[in-house]
């Protein structure tokens, strides 16, 4: 035995050496496998691009279906929606960087939406222009394919409430706060028209009027005018186009307090 | 003879086993994840940020329709980190180009080259749709 041991030890111990080098470069080679794997896996881009991209979609389509209600909310056709989202959708197929694209969509029929626009103008004391679309986008990438869901909705709400105090004769000076609503938030206006009703004729108010019109920066408009009309109300009516273009009108009529 | 030479055989053993073990590394070196893919994808992630920002407010859009090639370049320059170079050509939906100038903040070059795609709507109440086209690469 102590024999065999002397011979192992002295024949030997270089191939003992040999084989354990070999092992250790196996280990080495092992582990750095492992690690590359590892790092590869968290270093796909892919789905991060591919959410990056369906953000960047979802964003376009706002903008779309913004430029459709402004059309719309101006005396374009209703059938704009549709035809605008068909065109995105054309253009989205062309995107080819991270894969294909295909968004399907369908603009909202109901009691208050008729191909997705609602132009609700005459309620009293507010006015509402809106768009809703749902809208299905797939992307499906080279090796990951994300679908989501979504429901995009543009709306431009006024309210107008006012009141007026009488001046000498039929003359009278009408107050009214205007407040404007991007999506329920407070909006600036692009430009704000008033009217009032004189005889059953609507009237611009302008400077001869003695308009004035105080911003409040927050949405909410004063307007102070004054008019000359016999009737013991004064029916009043605010234009306004928002800052992205969209129309809406509401009317009130005013009374003395 | 046999004696004379164990020591010589030792040595070249030894060299042997430090050749096995180094070899090891130089094949494993050449595993790592190139760092260009990553960078790549880095860049494709800010360009494509940075376009998304910009149109947030429909500037994007409003800058093409109006054909204010300028001032799209000179917000790109904003919203995109410094040190990046970019070079964008805008098409319409016929897939013809829109830009009229070259869009870029010049120097456009360096090795990570990332390229990015955007569909962009203006708001305007004439609808337009765009494909801009970006790339992206760190300032040599």
């Not at chain 2, 995109?80 to 100038?101: A, I, R």
Request: aromatic residues 8%; charged residues 15%.
């Amino acid at each position: 035995m102590r024999l065999l041991r002397r011979r192992l030890g002295s024949n030997s111990s270089g191939q003992l050496l040999i084989v354990a080098a070999l092992t250790i470069a196996v280990l080495i080679s092992s582990t750095t496998m492992y690690v590359y794997d590892l790092t590869r896996e968290t270093t796909v881009a892919e789905p991060q691009s591919i959410s990056d991209l369906i953000m960047s979609i979802r964003q376009s389509t706002r903008n779309a279906l913004i430029s459709s209600l402004a059309n719309v909310s101006n005396g374009g056709p209703k059938t704009a929606i549709v035809a605008n989202m068909n065109g995105l959708s054309d253009l989205l197929r062309n995107l080819r960087h991270l894969g294909t694209c295909n968004q399907a969509f369908a603009a909202l029929n109901d009691s208050k939406y008729d191909s997705g626009s609602r132009l609700t103008w005459n309620e009293i004391d507010s006015g509402v222009s809106s768009a809703y679309a749902n809208f299905t986008l797939t992307v499906y990438g080279t090796t990951a394919r994300a679908t989501t869901i979504y429901a995009v909705n543009v709306t431009t709400a006024v309210t107008l409430k006012g009141f007026y105090s009488s001046l000498s004769g039929i003359q009278k000076r009408v107050n009214a706060t205007c407040k404007v609503y991007n999506e329920n938030s407070p909006a600036l206006v692009r430009n704000l028209r008033i009217y009032y009703s004189n005889a059953g004729n609507w009237t611009l108010v302008g400077a001869e009027n003695s308009l004035t019109v105080v911003n409040s920066g927050n949405g909410s408009y004063g307007i102070g005018f004054t008019v000359s009309v016999s009737s013991s109300t004064v029916d009043v009516s605010a234009s306004v186009h928002d800052l992205r273009g969209i129309f809406v009108k509401a009317n009130t009529t005013c009374v003395s307090p | 003879m046999r004696r004379a030479n164990t020591g010589q055989i030792r040595v070249i053993e030894a060299f042997f086993a430090v050749l096995v073990v180094f070899s090891s590394f130089a094949v494993t070196t050449n595993l790592t994840v190139a760092p260009g893919k990553t960078k790549r994808a880095d860049l494709a992630s800010i360009g494509l940020q940075a376009l998304t920002e910009l149109d947030s407010d429909g500037s994007l859009g409003n800058c093409i329709a109006s054909g204010n090639w300028s001032a799209l370049s000179d917000a790109l320059n904003a919203v995109l980190p410094t040190g990046l170079s970019f070079n964008m050509t805008v098409y319409d939906e016929q897939s013809q180009q829109v830009n009229t100038e070259v869009i870029t903040n010049g120097g456009f070059g360096g090795q990570d080259v990332a390229f990015v795609e955007y569909a962009c709507a203006n708001r305007g109440p004439v609808f337009h749709c765009y494909i801009v086209r970006l790339r992206l690469a760190v300032a040599s």
